[in-house]
């Protein structure tokens, strides 16, 4: 079984900054891809950005240039580095990973993007 630990949610005024961290932990054999999706009130959960073993990339349109993902692979650890946040922005964000062709995902951590 594999446990996914997010932190670094918050409330930020519009144009700010946040990091989220997620450490994976457990059964941990091979990690495919590291991640991040999003859920608003009333919608579906989104990608926001996700990170392949090869260190490939992938971003949401509406995120690109001001989101950066990364990873420490030695922590099983993927972060997001949030910047120029607008209120749009504010979701549920849950940590994503793959492993031997199962997803798993953490329990979510609110961002909130308001003044």
């Known amino acids: 079984q594999v446990q996914l630990v997010e932190s670094g949610g918050g409330l930020v005024q519009p144009g700010g900054s946040l990091r989220l961290s997620c450490a994976a932990s457990?059964?941990?054999?091979?990690?495919?891809?590291m991640g991040w999706y999003r859920q608003a009130p009333g919608k579906e959960r989104d990608l926001v950005a996700i990170?392949?073993?090869?260190?490939?990339?992938n971003y949401a349109d509406s995120v690109k240039g001001r989101f950066t993902i990364s990873r420490d692979n030695a922590k099983n650890t993927v972060y997001l580095q949030m910047n120029s946040l607008k209120p749009e922005d504010t979701a549920v964000y849950y940590c994503?990973?793959?492993?031997?062709?199962?997803?798993?995902w953490g329990q979510g951590t609110q961002v909130t993007v308001s003044s």
């Open positions: 457990g059964s941990i054999f091979s990690i495919n891809v």
């Open positions: 990170n392949t073993v090869g260190g490939s990339t």
């Open positions: 994503y990973l793959r492993s031997r062709n199962i997803d798993y």
